[in-house]
C-alpha cells in the first residue's frame, strides 16, 4: 500500500496509515451496502442540517487522522532516539574496554 505525500509523490504506507486505510475502507464498504445509489448527494442535498453535521464529522476524522500520524512519527523518532542512545551507550562502552586493555598491554 502507498501514500501520496504530496502532489506527484508516492512513498510506502506505514503501518499505522495501512490501519487507519482498511478502517476507512471497510466503513465505506459498509455504507456501500447500506445507502442506495445516489444516496450520498440527495441526502446532502435534500437535508443541509445533515450535509452540515456529516461536513463536520469528516473534518474532524481528517484532523483525527493527522493527529494520529503525527503522533505515530513521534513514536518513531522516539524509538529511533532511544536506539542510537543505546548504541552510542555500547560503543563507549567498547571503547573504554579497549582503551584498559591497551594500558594494560602497555603496563605489562
Same mark, same amino acid.
Given at each position: 500500500?502507498?501514500?501520496?505525500?504530496?502532489? +506527484?509523490?508516492?512513498?510506502?504506507?506505514?503501518?499505522?496509515e495501512r490501519a487507519?486505510?482498511?478502517?476507512? *475502507?471497510?466503513?465505506?464498504?459498509?455504507?456501500? *451496502?447500506?445507502?442506495?445509489? +445516489? +444516496?450520498?448527494?440527495?441526502?446532502? =442535498? *435534500?437535508?443541509? *442540517?445533515?450535509? =452540515?453535521?456529516?461536513?463536520?464529522?469528516?473534518?474532524?476524522?481528517?484532523?483525527?487522522?493527522?493527529?494520529?500520524?503525527? +503522533?505515530y512519527g513521534r513514536?518513531?523518532?522516539?524509538l529511533e532516539d532511544?536506539?542510537?542512545?543505546?548504541?552510542?551507550?555500547?560503543?563507549?562502552?567498547?571503547?573504554?574496554?579497549?582503551?584498559?586493555?591497551? =594500558?594494560?598491554?602497555?603496563?605489562?
Amino acid at each position: 500500500m502507498f501514500s501520496i505525500e504530496s502532489v +506527484g509523490e508516492v512513498s510506502p504506507m506505514n503501518p499505522v496509515e495501512r490501519a487507519l486505510h482498511q478502517e476507512l *475502507t471497510a466503513l465505506l464498504d459498509r455504507l456501500s *451496502t447500506s445507502v442506495p445509489e +445516489g +444516496g450520498f448527494e440527495r441526502i446532502r =442535498a *435534500t437535508n443541509p *442540517t445533515l450535509k =452540515a453535521r456529516l461536513d463536520d464529522a469528516d473534518a474532524k476524522l481528517a484532523a483525527v487522522r493527522e493527529s494520529l500520524l503525527d +503522533g505515530y512519527g513521534r513514536w518513531r523518532r522516539a524509538l529511533e532516539d532511544l536506539e542510537n542512545l543505546w548504541a552510542l551507550g555500547a560503543w563507549r562502552s567498547a571503547a573504554a574496554e579497549e582503551s584498559s586493555e591497551q =594500558a594494560a598491554a602497555l603496563a605489562a
